[in-house]
């Protein structure tokens, strides 16, 4: 938080102190402290900066006055306002996520944090239009927006920052994650639905954050005086989460031991004063630092579509140069590296890379059944679009495909070359722009797919296996280097929850297999085979 922001929370607290006195709801001085305080301070913690944290921090002046507005004049349009910053901040959490791909467990659990945040929103407007959702009386909505303003969010954030710091993930990590993460929604359901899930859900929760606590105790800490702060947080949590168990056991057991008033002084009070505050301290005296992805060698095309790709898209946006290319590649030698050597391959399918424009394809592509309904749809849009129309028929399609130079100043990346492909009825299949890039002595083939006001980018590394050349997208952690697919758009790159696979092998003197194989979070979605061969045999 800059000056300006503290000025302004500051002023904004007075003035909600001023206007509630001598009669302070308690639970709405909680929600706002967060608001006002807590949030920000935290959003600054996970040192993460692009356009849109950029225009949160320029924003939150305004969302700081709409959430004092909305609880002095119980006020549906402030707090709409504050609902709309609340899913700001959680777009903010997606995007990261997508970012990098759903990878880093650590990092999940911040971004969790963040897509809890519009939850609180919505329960605050909810408790300003006066609406008992779920028969809950506005007592009990407000202190739900006090909830998913406080440990829903905070708890996944500073486990995030735990796991920073841990230099290996091991299963006591991870399984402590998967539960702070989904605890929030269980505890929902079980307030809602059932005791019994709600005395689970707690259950389950005090037991990650006992066990959590225990990592942190084993964590060494650059600054000590961080760790004694972030430790006293953890005792003062497994001590407030030991009394909402006792709750939860009381309300099973239908004599709470507690009211909701002293609940309120109990949990809530310890928790914004002896849990959040002292680890927001602790984490920022400490600054863990995120861990840095293997992704920084690649340079990707500045090449954007428009509605319409098409086999035109190059003439129609001038980036046809006067450079002759005959294959997707000069010299495969260039990806040379201890896992691909040319000469173990066959020359064809050397051959084939360097001179594609000397060959014929030929194409069948099956989708897998539980995605055929997805791709019907899909393949409306992208008929229109003329770009990765892949359709929906059965057996063989002749493809016809050109080698076409492009304009590599106007790309950003070097000796760069279209591969047009189109089918039989002169639909166009693919426009997929050629290069390569070179990282940490690894050469990757960098494939550039343009998209309305975007483009996807396929970033495969060259192996060689039992003579059969592969192009993979997706790599074990220990050997994964610049490989992915990315969707870039004038707001930023990020990685796709996608992966591809090309395995190609040789059948006889003259012709060549390809497979090529896809995968949608881990779930396979796409066969595609081809058959080539050469000009000159297939006639």
């Not at 910053?85 to 971004?111: H, N, Q």
């Not at 928790?271 to 992704?295: D, F, S, Y």
């Not at 095309?301 to 129609?316: K, P």
């Not at 979605?525 to 081809?530: A, E, K």
Request: contains cysteine; charged residues 20%; hydrophobic residues 50%.
């Amino acid at each position: 938080m800059t000056r300006f922001h503290w000025l302004v929370s500051a002023l904004c607290y007075a003035v909600f102190i001023l206007a509630k006195a001598p009669d302070i709801p308690p639970a709405e001085a909680l929600l706002l402290l967060s608001a006002l305080f807590f949030i920000p301070i935290a959003i600054r913690l996970i040192r993460h900066e692009n356009g849109l944290s950029q225009l949160i921090i320029r924003m939150f002046p305004i969302a700081a006055c709409s959430a004092l507005f909305s609880l002095i004049f119980h006020s549906p349009f402030f707090s709409l306002i504050w609902l709309c910053y609340t899913g700001m901040i959680a777009l903010f959490g997606a995007l990261r996520i997508w970012e990098r791909g759903g990878r880093r467990l650590e990092e999940v659990s911040i971004d969790c944090g963040l897509l809890y945040l519009p939850f609180g929103g919505f329960w605050l407007f909810a408790y300003t239009l006066n609406l008992e959702v779920m028969n809950f009386g506005l007592l009990i909505v407000l202190l739900t927006a006090v909830h998913f303003h406080y440990s829903a969010v905070f708890l996944p954030i500073f486990n995030g920052m735990l796991g920073r710091k841990l230099k290996r993930k091991n299963r006591l990590y991870k399984t402590i994650t998967w539960i702070i993460m989904m605890s929030p929604l269980l505890i929902a359901i079980g307030i809602s639905f059932s005791k019994i899930i709600d005395l689970i859900a707690v259950s389950l929760y005090l037991a990650a954050i006992y066990c959590g606590g225990f990592l942190l105790w084993r964590t060494s800490f650059k600054n000590k005086i961080a760790r004694r702060f972030v430790i006293f947080s953890s005792l003062m949590l497994m001590l407030t989460i030991a009394c909402s168990l006792i709750y939860s056991y009381g309300v099973f057991r239908g004599r709470p031991t507690f009211t909701i008033q002293e609940m309120i002084w109990i949990h809530g009070l310890v928790n914004a004063i002896a849990v959040i505050i002292p680890a927001l301290i602790g984490w920022h005296l400490e600054r863990p630092e995120p861990a840095r992805e293997k992704h920084n060698g690649k340079r990707l095309s500045r090449i954007f579509g428009t509605w319409r790709i098409g086999a035109d898209f190059l003439n129609r946006q001038r980036l046809k140069s006067r450079a002759s290319y005959q294959g997707l590649a000069d010299d495969m030698g260039i990806f040379r590296t201890s896992e691909f050597r040319p000469e173990m391959l066959p020359p064809m399918m050397i051959d084939f890379y360097e001179n594609t424009a000397n060959y014929v394809l030929k194409a069948e592509i099956a989708w897998r059944p539980w995605f055929k309904p997805f791709a019907f749809i899909y393949q409306m849009f992208s008929a229109r679009i003329g770009q990765i129309h892949l359709g929906m028929k059965s057996g063989w399609q002749a493809m016809n495909g050109s080698i076409i130079g492009v304009d590599s100043d106007k790309d950003g990346r070097e000796n760069v070359r279209a591969w047009v492909r189109t089918n039989e009825e002169g639909e166009t299949i693919f426009v997929a722009l050629y290069s390569v890039h070179t990282h940490e002595k690894t050469t990757y083939m960098n494939i550039a797919l343009p998209l309305p006001f975007s483009h996807m980018t396929g970033i495969l590394k060259p192996k060689a296996e039992d003579g059969c050349l592969i192009l993979t997208s997706r790599e074990p952690q220990s050997a994964r280097g610049d490989e992915g697919i990315f969707l870039s758009t004038r707001a930023g790159t990020f990685k796709l929850p996608l992966a591809e696979r090309f395995k190609i092998k040789a059948a006889g003197q003259d012709r060549l297999f390809a497979f090529h194989r896809m995968w949608l979070f881990g779930i396979r979605f796409l066969d595609i085979q081809y058959d080539i061969e050469k000009k000159d045999s297939a006639s």
